[in-house]
Nanobody, 123 residues
Framework: QVQLVESGGGLVQAGGSLRLSCTAS????????MGWFRQAPGKDREFVGG????????NYATSVKGRFTISRDNAKNTVYLQMNSLKPEDTAVYYC????????????????WGQGTQVTVSS
């Protein structure tokens, strides 16, 4: 069992930056590929990006490519989402998620989820 806790959300002006963190309990964090998802009011949860178990591979949604960066520190059981050049359309609750196999874009394929952290980007 893995428990995930996100932090770092908040209110930021358009063009600003935020870094989200997701810390996992347990000693097997390096066994899990990690994904970041977001959900805006009235919309489906969407894939933002993901990182492989060893951190050597990342994948991003087209809407955030070049602005967001995912990294992980397996020694700290933490995955990060660095968000730059934020836009009002990035406003959403952001979730981290883990699964034991490779990164996929389908939320239903992830086994573990954090509680989410709100990111609000003002224009």
């Amino acid at each position: 069992q893995v428990q995930l806790v996100e932090s770092g959300g908040g209110l930021v002006q358009a063009g600003g930056s935020l870094r989200l963190s997701c810390t996992a309990s347990g000693r097997t964090f390096s066994s899990y590929a990690m994904g970041w998802f977001r959900q805006a009011p009235g919309k489906d949860r969407e894939f933002v990006g993901g990182i492989s178990r060893d951190g050597s591979w990342t994948n991003y949604a087209t809407s955030v490519k070049g602005r967001f960066t995912i990294s992980r520190d397996n020694a700290k059981n933490t995955v990060y989402l660095q968000m730059n050049s934020l836009k009002p359309e990035d406003t959403a609750v952001y979730y981290c998620a883990g699964r034991s196999l490779a990164v996929v874009v389908t939320a239903a394929s992830y086994d573990y989820w954090g509680q989410g952290t709100q990111v609000t980007v003002s224009s």
